[in-house]
């Protein structure tokens, strides 16, 4: 910029000026669509890796943008976070998600993605209950992913949330486990039932000896603590055949099955009642 001189800044301004109205756009068409539920979610399977039955269909949110398209959560949670629309979004999804497994088959459950801007007060454990209250899910059916970012909070009231929720019956996933940066001693003293492996060791698992160790780590870890043990991601069958192997209790990915909408998801559709 230096380089350029007075013109070059001139020019760097213009562009931040443009950059932070287009932001301001965004959050606006954000903040409607929240308020109009304009979004969808769909459902990807996670199966029983020894039976290869579907067990659980996590829910991932899309934004019905008005004149884009659907649009993918990269392109729009980060930006809800930052602007308080959140926790209203994570409201919508919620009730949306118990809204669609009530009508399931009973042996699947639904698992919702929570981010740590829905961890702000005590609301969340009313949300949860209402939107049992109102759609009828049973709690035994519902499971929260929550990922490593809500340990570092640290905080008191965070613990007793998870308590109370697993008192009544949810179960907790916790997400994209071994990139974050949660402690061991953290992750051991924090109440959740199962890991999910992030993505990126599952992908280089035949080819990186590293990643396996990852894995194999990961297993005796959870033995140890008596959680089940869910791979993400899985696209080979290379990969499939070496997780089974390994013992792991549920698999994920594209080679499995990919996230659809709810009214045509095969998954939903061919579950006997
Ligand atoms: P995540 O929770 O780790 O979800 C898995 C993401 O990986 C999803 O992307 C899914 O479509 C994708 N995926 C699944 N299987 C495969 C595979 O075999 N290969 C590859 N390459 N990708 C696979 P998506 O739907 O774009 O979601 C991205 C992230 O956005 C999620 O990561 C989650 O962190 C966040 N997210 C999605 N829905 C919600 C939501 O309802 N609430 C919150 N708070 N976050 C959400
Ligand atoms: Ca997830
Ligand atoms: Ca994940
Ligand atoms: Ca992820």
Known sequence: VKAEGRNGYRFFEEEMHRNAQARNRRVGELRESVARGDFELHYQPIFDAKTLQPRVMEALVRWRH?????????RFIGLAEETGLM???????????????????????????LSPAQFQGPALFDDVLRALLETGLSPDR???????????????????LFRHLKNIGITIALDDFGVGYASLGSVVSFPFDKVKIDRSFTKGLVTNPA??????????????????????????E?????????GLDLVQGYLLGRPASADLNEWVRAIPA
């Open 238 to 246: 290379e990969q499939l055949h070496y997780l089974r192997g390994q």
């Open 211 to 236: 990643n396996r160790t990852v894995v194999a780590s990961i297993m005796t870890l959870a033995a140890g603590l008596g959680v089940q043990v869910t791979a993400e991601g899985v696209e080979t």
């Open 87 to 113: 926790e209203p979004l994570g409201r919508w999804i919620l009730r949306q998600a118990c809204a669609d497994a009530a009508s399931w088959p009973k042996g699947i459950k639904v698992a919702v993605n």
């Open 142 to 160: 519902l499971e929260f992913e929550v990922t490593e970012s809500i340990l570092l909070q640290e905080k008191e009231e965070n613990l007793l």
């Open 66 to 74: 008005p004149s884009q398209g659907l649009l993918y959560p990269d």
